[in-house]
T-cell receptor
Framework: KNEVEQSPQNLTAQEGEFITINCSYS?????LHWLQQHPGGGIVSLFM???GKKKHGRLIATINIQEKHSSLHITASHPRDSAVYIC?????????????FGEGTQLTVNP | NAGVTQTPKFQVLKTGQSMTLQCAQD?????MYWYRQDPGMGLRLIYY???????DKGEVPNGYNVSRLNKREFSLRLESAAPSQTSVYFC??????????????FGQGTRLTVV
């Protein structure tokens, strides 16, 4: 079993829909990261959080430390949101950004 | 503000050939990393350098070597490429290694095919 599990693996939505991507982890962490990867492109960091909730524009990330679970929400989705969204964790016993990654969720938003 | 720059973006090698992937960052970060990304798997750590002058193995170091040339540059070398090393390679950097909760910055990736 992977230490970081994401669901769903693939998600197709219509423009305007509210989207939720889930991430569960089984190790002790110091922080959880949400990353975005566009086709053929690099990886950019969306959020880093260790508790509670963060919001940036139409993106919201939440984390429940007790349940070892995080969600990434996208409100009013748009075709430009189509990308792979990756959950990663900074493990509690390591320093810096040695991350353990989930497999990613491929999101497609249709117009 | 270039961030993390990787070269080349694409490369095709024959089995047994060698090559070096270059990575440079201009954010004065101490820590640098090399990951590989394969279909159906999350990114996996090959090697990392917590600070200039140090390097350590990650999850999948076999078949690779690294050099932390200076604070800016961290290269990944394949001495004798194998088809199993066909992958997308990402370099990343982050701030002071003692701070656990540090955001990572990634390069654009190098798509390597070994035939």
């Amino acid at each position: 079993k992977n230490e970081v599990e994401q669901s769903p693996q693939n998600l197709t939505a219509q423009e305007g829909e509210f989207i939720t991507i889930n991430c569960s982890y089984s190790v002790g962490i110091s922080a959880l990261h949400w990353l975005q990867q566009h086709p053929g492109g690099g990886i950019v960091s969306l959020f880093m959080l260790s508790s509670g909730k963060k919001k940036h524009g139409r993106l919201i990330a939440t984390i429940n430390i007790q349940e070892k679970h995080s969600s990434l929400h996208i409100t009013a989705s748009h075709p430009r949101d189509s990308a792979v969204y990756i959950c990663a964790v900074s493990r509690a016993e390591t320093s810096g950004s040695r991350l353990t990654f989930g497999e990613g969720t491929q999101l497609t938003v249709n117009p | 503000n270039a961030g993390v720059t990787q070269t080349p973006k694409f490369q095709v090698l024959k089995t047994g050939q060698s090559m070096t992937l270059q990575c440079a960052q201009d954010m004065n970060h101490n820590s640098m990393y090399w990951y590989r990304q394969d279909p159906g798997m999350g990114l996996r750590l090959i090697y990392y350098s917590a600070s200039e002058g140090t390097t350590d193995k990650g999850e999948v170091p076999n078949g690779y070597n690294v050099s932390r040339l200076n604070k800016r540059e961290f290269s990944l070398r394949l001495e004798s490429a194998a088809p199993s090393q066909t992958s997308v390679y990402f370099c990343a950097s982050s701030d002071v290694p003692a701070r656990r909760n540090t955001e990572a910055f990634f390069g654009q990736g190098t798509r390597l095919t070994v035939v």
